[in-house]
């Protein structure tokens, strides 16, 4: 369905019936809303009643490529979601928001800005609440002050050249294809008959200065690149986003549900998209050494602020997945089905929640 918000012509993806259960999926980067419709297959087949929505956002799928003000961190695409909320769900409903990796930050800062309108929130294999990159520690402490090695300017340019040409074929390890089959699963036959279909999510991404990956600003530190303004990648730089401390202090806490494999490559304690790790393989050269710029501990940086969550009155489990790599949701559905139907008993009911404001 096409909604209007913000100026914008949304796609969203609407499965189920209208008084199913109520559940929000949130995309993550160089993906769409259709990437999710392999587990809500699963889903639907699996018992019960949901209602399931998943919106394309701005710049990916059939949603209008607006601009994204990276200095608002992800908020310019959480903004557009609690437009559209109210629009494919009832007043009165409040969902289960799911956000899968770039969509775990939205679905952050909507819990940030929005709490009363998140009954629980799923994060599968989230941003760190620190950002991507350019940190050194638990506390999200910044490797260096001009945040050198996050932002728009350190993606493959092969890749970006081919996703620009919407590039099907397998013939290189940087195009589209290569990078989904090896980057977003742990096993590349994980998509089966899904993986053209997946490819055309991927393929969806609108590539410009203003979405994907943004611009970027040359920088003294090592690599000698730094967050630009403009695009996604430059909005989850930890110059622009850091929601740790806004989430630990929300109020009311929904319960929250943590999904990550310990075969993720791109969100990681060693990620291959972290410039530090990748000089610190050499990959990289001129890689300033451990002490200087230590790759960020992302998945370590997740559990602390989760953990920090609890303390202070929320509640959250985590979910590890063994062998399993960016795609839960993909790669072990019987287990993400399983983690979503048991946040959705925690949640409280949409009357629950307004009584607690």
Avoid at 20 to 41: D, K, M, Q
Avoid at 57 to 67: I, V, W
Avoid at 126 to 141: E, I, Q
Avoid at 255 to 271: F, Y
Wanted: glycine share 12%; charged share 20%; with cysteine.
């Amino acid at each position: 369905m096409k909604v209007q918000a913000r100026g914008i012509t949304h796609n969203v993806h609407v499965w189920g019936p209208e008084d199913g259960t109520p559940v929000l999926l949130i995309h993550g980067n160089c993906s769409s809303g259709a990437y999710w419709e392999p587990f809500v297959r699963a889903l639907l087949a699996g018992g019960g009643s949901w209602r399931v929505v998943a919106p394309d956002l701005r710049g990916y799928g059939d949603t209008d490529p607006a601009p994204v003000d990276s200095t608002r961190g992800l908020r310019d695409l959480s903004d557009d979601v609690a437009a559209v909320l109210p629009l494919v769900f009832p007043a009165d409903v409040k969902p289960i928001v799911a956000g899968h990796s770039m969509g775990g930050g939205v679905a952050m800062h909507l819990t940030v800005d929005h709490p009363t309108a998140v009954a629980g929130l799923l994060l599968e294999a989230p941003v760190s609440p620190y950002g991507f990159g350019g940190t050194r520690d638990l506390a999200g402490t910044p490797t260096t002050d001009d945040f050198a090695g996050t932002g728009g300017g350190g993606v493959n340019a092969e890749f970006i050249a081919r996703l620009t040409a919407k590039d099907r074929t397998g013939d290189d390890p940087a195009s589209p294809r290569n990078v989904m089959r090896g980057m977003y699963v742990a096993d590349p036959e994980a998509f089966g008959d899904d993986e053209e279909a997946m490819l055309d999510s991927l393929l969806s991404t609108v590539v410009s200065t203003d979405n994907y990956p943004g611009d970027f600003e040359t920088v003294a530190s090592w690599p000698t690149i730094g967050p630009g303004t403009r695009g996604v990648l430059n909005a989850m730089s930890p110059k622009y986003f850091s929601v740790a401390d806004d989430l630990v202090a929300v109020s009311p806490k929904p319960p929250v549900v943590w999904v990550h494999g310990t075969a993720d490559a791109i969100v990681g304690d060693a990620s291959l998209f972290d410039l530090a790790q990748l000089g610190k393989l050499g990959a990289v050269p001129g890689w300033p050494g451990e002490d200087a710029c230590p790759p960020q501990p992302m998945v370590s940086q997740t559990r602390a602020v989760l953990e920090r969550y609890a303390a202070a009155g929320g509640a959250f489990t985590e979910v590890e997945l063994a062998g399993c790599g960016h795609s839960p949701h993909i790669e072990r559905p019987a287990d993400f089905l399983a983690a979503l139907t048991s946040l959705a008993r925690q949640a409280p009911s949409a009357s629950e929640r307004q009584l607690s404001v």
